[in-house]
């Protein structure tokens, strides 16, 4: 057993890497860290309640995500224009999303409630999206499987992929990002977790191709979390929470994100997209039935 002084948790040395591995090899095929998991068993499992589970969230998005984002881009499926605009609309959303967790949700049913119904509305667009019929569903070739021509500019961006050209609104997702970067700030899941289904469900960009960019936005926005706790935790230390993330916990389930991201960005070429989507609403739906019927019962 090893103890956690910060965090106040006890366990088993080999469990938080192990817990970690299994989620965010199944999670990190559809451009999902897996802080979004991470959450609840910190808060059920290992009694970790205060605000600081959020950014220790976030320090284990510092330490697993970089092992996922090197394999998407050897593989050059990043997204760099996505990945600008997720990073630019994060980041002041991070700030106001710590300043409502610590002021107005330090209490974790309440933003559990929040978190659950946010979560369900995501997954239930994500779970119509499956069962959408498609007019084409071409095949992955290896030739096709980069990302080529990207580019963006203040109305739209876009790029190629499989031989077929997709844009989006570079307003309308930057905006997105804002909410989803205050949403991230307020639970220390960055954002890939809501973001991520987003792209998917609301712009119809292939999942294949938005991964890379979820995780590397999600890396992004985790640093500047993880950062802006630190620094304004001495100023609610009078207030008796504990805000600062446990660096040590958090590294811990790092060092299984990331052997589980590096191993779910090998799979991910050969799982079909519709298997990712269908992962995704599973996990998002189950996550959000816990969080609302814990609210209740």
């Known amino acids: 057993m090893i103890h956690f002084p910060i965090s106040g948790v006890e366990t088993y040395w ?37 605000p600081a589970v959020s950014p220790t969230n976030m320090i284990y998005n510092i330490v697993a995500i970089p092992s996922g984002v090197l394999r998407y881009y050897r593989e050059k499926r990043i997204v760099w224009p996505l990945v600008i605009t997720m990073a630019i609309a994060y980041l002041p959303g991070i700030f106001i999303g710590a300043i409502i967790r610590i002021k107005y949700l330090p209490d974790p049913g309440t933003f559990k409630l929040f978190a659950g119904l946010v979560l369900l509305y995501i997954g239930v667009r994500l779970g119509k999206d499956i069962f959408r019929k498609e007019s084409k569903n071409p095949s992955l070739k290896k030739g096709d499987f980069e990302i080529t021509d990207p580019y963006i500019n203040l109305k739209k961006l876009g790029y190629v992929f499989n031989g077929e050209s997709y844009t989006a609104s570079t307003l309308t997702i930057g905006g997105l990002s804002l909410l989803v970067g205050v949403v991230g700030g307020i639970y220390g899941i960055g954002g890939g977790a809501i973001m991520a289904p987003l792209l998917v469900a609301m712009f119809r960009l292939p999942v294949h191709t938005i991964a890379g ?28 929470l504990s805000i600062s993330p446990d660096w040590l916990l958090g590294f811990m389930f790092g060092i299984g994100g990331a052997a589980g991201m590096y191993t779910g960005a090998r799979l991910q070429r050969y799982i079909p ?25």
């Open 14 to 50: 080999w469990l938080p890497i192990a817990v970690m591995f299994v989620i965010s090899t199944l999670t990190s095929m559809g451009g999902v860290s897996g802080a979004f998991l991470l959450l609840p068993f910190q808060i059920s499992v290992l009694g970790f309640t205060s």
């Open 213 to 240: 960019a979820a995780l590397l936005g999600t890396f992004i926005s985790s640093v500047a979390g993880a950062i802006i706790y630190t620094v304004i935790s001495p100023y609610f230390s009078a207030s008796g």
């Open 273 to 297: 997209a519709r298997a990712i989507k269908v992962l995704l609403t599973c996990v998002l739906l189950f996550v959000s039935g816990k969080y609302v019927l814990g609210f209740f019962l």
